[in-house]
């Protein structure tokens, strides 16, 4: 690895902080997905990276970053699928016998549902976006826990439009509040392990899955004018929080939703 300093625009990382962490990254789709910054930040932070791709389709976008990240693991999961996520948790039984770090950076809507009223939103719609969404995250856990010996952190993605209603954001308002929710839940169950439990909550960001949404150039623009700093946020500075919170600085967080958003969230 290389041990010259970390240089991200703006600013110059010293540390190897997660130097001998073993992270498990889910949802790297391409080089703009927020998986991709976390990724690439723990790496420069001296982590090992487990990686994982959707399905054949994706697996020629996504191997080629996981190989300059130097992954150790790259592997298929659709976690919709039975079996997927417990094969990528045996891969890392086996190569690494631990993990301390697994990143849940994965959402899915069918589209009639993302685009249409919450109220007009069908069951089957629902379960999946809960399924895949949120569900997922706590399989995740389950999964880690046994491999997180020496404690660990479990991070999923959320979005404001959780706790406030963002137009246009429709179902996944629902379903990223119980993923919030869920979030403390764990944190709860897991603290006596030392398995500390974040939701991080991004500003608007252009990602494939953000393209999914209505009238998203509208939240982007609005993100700009409204959040204090005045910028949009990329996904370094996803991957910069996220990692702040798997290091001793943030050793007695546990539960939290943090936003990464410029401060546009305390804007009314
Ligand atoms: P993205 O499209 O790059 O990533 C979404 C990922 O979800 C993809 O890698 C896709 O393969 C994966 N995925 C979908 N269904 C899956 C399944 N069944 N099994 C496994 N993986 C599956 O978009 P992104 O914006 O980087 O999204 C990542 C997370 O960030 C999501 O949870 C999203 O809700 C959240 N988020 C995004 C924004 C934004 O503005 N882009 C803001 C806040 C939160």
Redesign the pocket.
């Known amino acids: 690895m290389n041990e010259q300093p970390t240089r991200l625009e703006g600013i110059t990382v010293q540390s190897k902080i997660l130097r001998g962490q073993r992270a498990l990254v889910?949802?790297?789709?391409?080089e703009?997905?927020?998986?991709?910054g976390c990724a690439r930040i723990f790496r420069q932070l001296g982590a090992d990276l487990a990686v994982?791709?959707?399905n054949e389709k994706?697996r020629p976008h996504?191997e080629p970053l996981a190989k300059d990240l130097g992954a150790a693991i790259v592997a298929p999961?659709?976690?919709?699928?039975d079996g997927?996520l417990e094969a990528v948790f045996r891969q890392i039984r086996e190569t690494w016998g631990g993990l301390d770090i697994a990143l849940?950076?994965?959402?899915?809507a069918p589209k009639v549902d993302l685009q249409g009223r919450l109220v007009d939103s069908s069951a089957a719609g629902f379960k999946e976006a809960m399924d895949?969404?949120c569900h997922?995250f706590i399989r995740m856990a389950r999964l880690a826990e046994p491999l997180m010996h020496d404690g660990g952190t479990l991070l999923?993605?959320?979005?404001?439009g959780a706790s406030k209603v963002v137009p246009n954001y429709n179902l996944?308002g629902p379903v990223?509040a119980a993923l919030e929710s869920a979030v403390r839940y764990l944190a709860y169950e897991l603290g006596d392990r030392h398995i500390r439990v974040h939701a991080v909550?991004?500003?608007?960001?252009?990602?494939?899955?953000?393209?999914g949404l209505k009238d998203?150039d509208v939240?982007l623009s609005d993100a700009i004018e409204r959040s204090p700093i005045g910028e949009l946020v990329d996904?370094d500075d996803v991957g910069l929080t996220a990692a702040f919170l798997t290091t001793p600085f943030a050793r007695r967080l546990t539960g939290t939703t943090t936003y990464v958003d410029g401060g546009l969230s305390i804007v009314a």
Do not use: Q
């Not at 889910?26 to 391409?30: D, S």
């Not at 703009?32 to 991709?36: D, K, P, Q």
């Not at 849940?104 to 899915?108: E, L």
């Open positions: 889910i949802g790297i789709a391409n703009s997905s927020i998986a991709y994982t791709y959707l994706a996504v999961c659709d976690v919709g699928h997927e849940h950076s994965i959402a899915f895949i969404s997922s999923a993605t959320t979005y404001h996944m990223k909550s991004p500003g608007p960001l252009k990602t494939r899955a953000a393209s998203f939240l996904i």
